[in-house]
């Protein structure tokens, strides 16, 4: 895979991250039951919150497509959610991600959700899930 860079998201990156939500919600076991409403809410209450962030990988030549993000809080550090692209898995792009977000090198990590196999593949790389499903948007 060529070279990937680490942007921050803008608004017009927003609608992505939204739209991947409804997919999830309607595909996904571990969602289940959940409205997507209620997710992408969430979702975009942290977009627009001051002490949350967003970032995402692309291609130099193509900024405009997204290939993953991440969106997180970095003080004190909290992770709402990092996706890749379907296609891409497994080729290093969410630890591109993670190793670009300040502060994410080991340790514990408060994230509201998570699926199981991102939180073994965290855990082999030192890093410790705390389950907060009611994280909090505020700064």
Not at 45 to 50: E, M, V
Not at 102 to 126: H, M, N, S
């Amino acid at each position: 895979m060529a070279k990937l860079i680490i942007r921050d998201a803008t608004t017009a990156d927003h609608p992505f991250v939204e739209d991947f939500w409804r997919v999830y919600v309607s595909t996904s076991y571990y969602a289940y039951g959940t409205p997507a409403a209620v997710l992408i809410g969430k979702m975009r209450a942290l977009l627009r919150a001051p002490s949350w962030r967003c970032i995402v990988a692309c291609h130099p030549d193509v900024p405009e497509e997204i290939l993953g993000y991440l969106v997180y809080r970095p003080e004190p550090f909290a992770l709402a959610w990092c996706q890749t692209a379907k296609n891409l898995k497994r080729r290093g792009i969410a630890r591109l991600l993670f190793e670009s977000a300040r502060g994410v090198t080991g340790g514990p990590i408060e994230t509201a959700f998570f699926v199981p196999d991102v939180g073994e593949w965290l855990r082999a790389k030192g890093i410790t899930l705390r389950f907060r499903p009611y994280i909090s948007d505020a700064p």
